[in-house]
């Protein structure tokens, strides 16, 4: 009989990156988590932006200047972005708790269409900005 050290040491490793091919429920999983942690990071951008605009003309136009720049409208839209698309993981994770679109066709949609309706609604929330930015 073999001894339990030995048995134990016979046994597969975990599954892990190099095993799993991956998917899209895998992936997006990901990226919702990631999506959750950038909004920290986003959240503080607009809490600097709102107390500059507290803090008098100066230091709002110092705020407007930074954020206007190329790279700070990249960094806002990839918070709107980020934004969108963890507010659809959530209606997605909300319809799961309701018991709904567990079947595997239903899951690759909800997949889907939260990855299509984040960039969709993000261009969409972009291009109504710069609309009524040039209207006022």
Same mark, same amino acid.
């Given at each position: 009989?073999?001894?339990?050290?030995?048995?134990?040491?016979?046994?597969?490793?975990?599954?892990?990156?190099?095993?799993?091919?991956?998917?899209?429920?895998?992936?997006?999983?990901?990226?919702?988590?990631?999506?959750?942690?950038?909004?920290?990071?986003?959240?503080?951008?607009?809490?600097?932006?709102?107390?500059?605009?507290?803090?008098?003309?100066?230091?709002?136009?110092?705020?407007?200047?930074?954020?206007?720049? %190329?790279? @700070?409208? *990249? #960094? /806002?839209?990839?918070?709107? =972005?980020?934004?969108?698309?963890?507010?659809? &993981?959530?209606?997605?994770?909300?319809?799961?708790?309701?018991?709904?679109?567990?079947?595997?066709?239903?899951?690759?949609?909800?997949?889907?269409?939260? %990855?299509? @309706?984040? *960039? #969709? /609604?993000?261009?969409?929330? =972009?291009?109504?900005?710069?609309?009524?930015? &040039?209207?006022?």
């Amino acid at each position: 009989m073999d001894s339990p050290k030995a048995a134990s040491s016979a046994r597969p490793l975990s599954p892990h990156l190099q095993i799993y091919r991956p998917m899209l429920s895998m992936m997006m999983s990901i990226v919702h988590r990631i999506t959750g942690a950038g909004l920290y990071f986003g959240t503080a951008l607009v809490a600097i932006w709102l107390v500059a605009a507290a803090s008098g003309p100066s230091a709002f136009a110092s705020a407007q200047a930074v954020y206007g720049s %190329l790279i @700070g409208q *990249v #960094v /806002l839209f990839l918070y709107t =972005w980020t934004l969108i698309h963890h507010a659809l &993981g959530g209606v997605r994770h909300l319809m799961w708790d309701t018991g709904r679109g567990f079947e595997p066709r239903e899951r690759e949609l909800l997949y889907r269409a939260t %990855l299509g @309706g984040s *960039v #969709v /609604l993000t261009v969409l929330v =972009w291009i109504v900005g710069y609309l009524l930015r &040039g209207a006022a």
